[in-house]
C-alpha cells in the first residue's frame, strides 16, 4: 500500500481521469515521483469497477483501491446490504475477509465485527478505508482466519466466510472442499467457535451437492440482481436436523422478486397447453429447481416437465418476465414469417432441440422488436412456438 496514492495532488489525478483512456495514460507516464503511472492506473481502473457495485465507497474520499480483481471477487452493496439482514447478536467474524464490503455491512447491524484477512496489504487497504467510512465497531487482523479462531479463545455469534474459488494447485474452483479454506473438513472445529455459520459460494455451485458436502443446513439464498444469479448462501446452525428453507430474490430497480420453498417436499405441477399468459421464472428460481413448487404456489400451469415455462388464463403477479401470448404455432419456417412481418424478433428457446443461433439462421430473424417467441415443447411433447408481446 503506498500512501502516496492519497497525497491531495494524486486523488485529483485519479477523479479527473476516471474517464480518460488508460493505456494512452500509462504512455504519458506518472507525473508524480512518489506514485508510479502502473499504481495509478490501478486505482483509476479499480475505483471505476466501484462506481455501481460499490457506490459508498466510489463517492467517498481518500478511498484506497486494491487490484481491480479484488474489485470483481467482492459482494456488491446491494448483496451485502442482504446479506447484513440474515445475522443478528452481538459479535461477528469473517474468517475471508477481503475489500471488507460484507464487514462493513455486517456492522451496520451494531455487531462487533473481526476482520481476518491473510493479505497484509489487503487488510492494511481495508483498515485505511474503514476509517474513511466512519466505522469504529471492526477490527482487523492479518493472517489466516481459522488460524486466528484456533489461536484465541474466543466465541462468536455468527461465523462468516468467503471461501476462495482460486486454489493453486486446481486453478479456479467452485466445489466447497476445494475452495480455500476447506469450510467442509473445517466444519467441526468451526462449530466449537459458534452456534451459526454463513457461508457464501459460487453460483454455478450445485445445490444439492453442497447441502451433502455440509451439515446442519437451516438456510439456502439464492441472491440475483437484474436477473443474474450473484450469490448462493448457506446458513448453518449447530444441531438443526429440520426441514432446509430455500429463499430466493432477485433485485430488480422497480421491485424485489421473492418466492420461498422447502428443499425435498413432494409437490407436483399442474399442467396444461398455453393459455392466455406465459410466464419465464427469473434466475434465482431456474437455479433453485423450483420447477413443480412454482407451480403449486402460484396456481399457474406447467407446459411441460422439462420446459419450465408457465401459464394461466388471468395475468398474475409472477416472479419473472411475463408475456400475454398473441399466437401459438407449430415449428414451422413459412408459418411464423406470416406472423413476424417485421423480421425481427426476441427469441428464448426452453427445452428445445435447436440453439438461439440455429433458429435465426434458418427463419431470418434479427434480435430485437417487440415480438417475443418461445421455443418449446408442450405438454404432448410436440415443438411449438410461442409468439408473444411483453406485459
Same mark, same amino acid.
Given at each position: 500500500?503506498?500512501?502516496?496514492?492519497?497525497?491531495?495532488?494524486?486523488?485529483?489525478?485519479?477523479? =479527473?481521469?476516471?474517464?480518460?483512456?488508460?493505456?494512452?495514460?500509462?504512455?504519458?507516464? =506518472?507525473?508524480?515521483?512518489?506514485?508510479?503511472?502502473?499504481?495509478?492506473?490501478?486505482?483509476?481502473?479499480?475505483?471505476?469497477?466501484?462506481?455501481?457495485?460499490?457506490?459508498?465507497?466510489?463517492?467517498?474520499?481518500?478511498?484506497?483501491?486494491?487490484?481491480?480483481?479484488?474489485?470483481?471477487?467482492?459482494?456488491?452493496?446491494?448483496?451485502?446490504?442482504?446479506?447484513?439482514?440474515?445475522?443478528?447478536?452481538?459479535?461477528?467474524?469473517?474468517?475471508?475477509?477481503?475489500?471488507?464490503?460484507?464487514?462493513? &455491512?455486517? =456492522?451496520? /447491524?451494531?455487531?462487533?465485527?473481526?476482520?481476518?484477512?491473510?493479505?497484509?496489504?489487503?487488510?492494511?487497504?481495508?483498515?485505511?478505508?474503514?476509517?474513511?467510512?466512519?466505522?469504529?465497531?471492526?477490527?482487523? &487482523?492479518?493472517?489466516?482466519?481459522?488460524?486466528?479462531?484456533?489461536?484465541?479463545?474466543?466465541?462468536? *455469534?455468527?461465523?462468516?466466510?468467503?471461501?476462495?474459488?482460486?486454489?493453486?494447485?486446481?486453478?479456479?474452483?467452485?466445489?466447497?472442499?476445494?475452495?480455500?479454506?476447506?469450510?467442509?473438513?473445517?466444519?467441526? !472445529?468451526?462449530?466449537?467457535?459458534?452456534?451459526?455459520?454463513?457461508?457464501?459460494?459460487?453460483?454455478?455451485? *450445485?445445490?444439492?451437492?453442497?447441502?451433502?458436502?455440509?451439515?446442519?443446513?437451516?438456510?439456502?439464498?439464492?441472491?440475483?440482481?437484474?436477473?443474474?444469479?450473484?450469490?448462493?448462501?448457506?446458513?448453518?446452525?449447530?444441531?438443526?436436523?429440520?426441514?432446509?428453507?430455500? /429463499?430466493?430474490?432477485?433485485?430488480?430497480?422497480?421491485?424485489?422478486?421473492?418466492?420461498?420453498?422447502?428443499?425435498?417436499?413432494?409437490?407436483?405441477?399442474?399442467?396444461?397447453?398455453?393459455?392466455? &399468459?406465459?410466464?419465464?421464472?427469473?434466475?434465482?428460481?431456474?437455479?433453485?429447481?423450483? !420447477?413443480?413448487?412454482?407451480?403449486?404456489?402460484?396456481?399457474? *400451469?406447467?407446459?411441460?416437465?422439462?420446459?419450465?415455462? &408457465?401459464?394461466?388464463?388471468?395475468?398474475?403477479?409472477?416472479?419473472?418476465?411475463? !408475456?400475454?401470448?398473441?399466437?401459438?404455432?407449430?415449428?414451422?419456417?413459412?408459418?411464423?414469417?406470416?406472423?413476424?412481418?417485421?423480421?425481427?424478433?426476441?427469441?428464448?428457446?426452453?427445452?428445445?432441440?435447436?440453439?438461439?443461433?440455429?433458429?435465426?439462421?434458418?427463419?431470418?430473424?434479427?434480435?430485437?422488436?417487440?415480438?417475443?417467441?418461445?421455443?418449446?415443447?408442450?405438454?404432448?411433447?410436440?415443438?411449438?412456438?410461442?409468439?408473444?408481446?411483453?406485459?
Amino acid at each position: 500500500m503506498n500512501k502516496e496514492i492519497l497525497n491531495k495532488e494524486t486523488q485529483e489525478f485519479i477523479n =479527473s481521469n476516471l474517464k480518460s483512456d488508460i493505456t494512452k495514460l500509462i504512455l504519458k507516464g =506518472s507525473p508524480f515521483t512518489s506514485a508510479s503511472i502502473q499504481e495509478v492506473a490501478q486505482q483509476i481502473e479499480a475505483k471505476n469497477k466501484c462506481e455501481k457495485k460499490l457506490p459508498t465507497w466510489f463517492n467517498s474520499k481518500n478511498i484506497y483501491y486494491p487490484n481491480k480483481l479484488n474489485i470483481e471477487q467482492t459482494s456488491s452493496e446491494i448483496t451485502a446490504k442482504y446479506k447484513a439482514t440474515l445475522v443478528a447478536g452481538k459479535s461477528l467474524i469473517d474468517i475471508t475477509g477481503g475489500f471488507g464490503v460484507d464487514a462493513y &455491512y455486517f =456492522s451496520q /447491524k451494531k455487531l462487533a465485527i473481526t476482520h481476518c484477512e491473510i493479505s497484509e496489504n489487503l487488510s492494511k487497504i481495508v483498515t485505511h478505508n474503514l476509517t474513511q467510512l466512519n466505522t469504529l465497531n471492526i477490527s482487523t &487482523y492479518i493472517g489466516d482466519g481459522i488460524q486466528y479462531l484456533k489461536n484465541n479463545t474466543s466465541n462468536y *455469534d455468527w461465523i462468516y466466510t468467503d471461501p476462495s474459488r482460486r486454489n493453486d494447485a486446481k486453478g479456479k474452483v467452485f466445489l466447497l472442499e476445494d475452495c480455500l479454506p476447506n469450510i467442509p473438513e473445517n466444519l467441526d !472445529f468451526l462449530f466449537t467457535k459458534t452456534t451459526n455459520i454463513l457461508i457464501k459460494a459460487s453460483p454455478i455451485l *450445485d445445490i444439492k451437492s453442497a447441502v451433502n458436502e455440509l451439515k446442519f443446513v437451516k438456510e439456502i439464498h439464492i441472491v440475483s440482481i437484474e436477473n443474474e444469479v450473484k450469490e448462493l448462501l448457506f446458513i448453518l446452525e449447530k444441531n438443526y436436523n429440520k426441514s432446509v428453507s430455500i /429463499k430466493t430474490i432477485n433485485f430488480k430497480k422497480t421491485a424485489n422478486q421473492n418466492f420461498n420453498f422447502i428443499l425435498g417436499e413432494a409437490i407436483f405441477a399442474n399442467y396444461s397447453p398455453p393459455k392466455k &399468459y406465459i410466464y419465464e421464472p427469473n434466475t434465482a428460481i431456474l437455479k433453485a429447481g423450483a !420447477f413443480q413448487e412454482i407451480s403449486v404456489q402460484l396456481n399457474v *400451469d406447467k407446459l411441460h416437465l422439462h420446459s419450465h415455462l &408457465y401459464t394461466s388464463e388471468k395475468l398474475i403477479n409472477f416472479p419473472g418476465r411475463s !408475456f400475454k401470448i398473441k399466437h401459438v404455432v407449430s415449428y414451422n419456417k413459412k408459418e411464423i414469417s406470416k406472423l413476424i412481418l417485421s423480421k425481427k424478433a426476441n427469441i428464448t428457446t426452453r427445452n428445445f432441440p435447436e440453439t438461439v443461433a440455429q433458429i435465426r439462421k434458418k427463419t431470418n430473424l434479427k434480435e430485437g422488436g417487440n415480438n417475443y417467441l418461445f421455443f418449446t415443447t408442450d405438454l404432448n411433447s410436440k415443438h411449438i412456438v410461442i409468439i408473444c408481446e411483453k406485459v
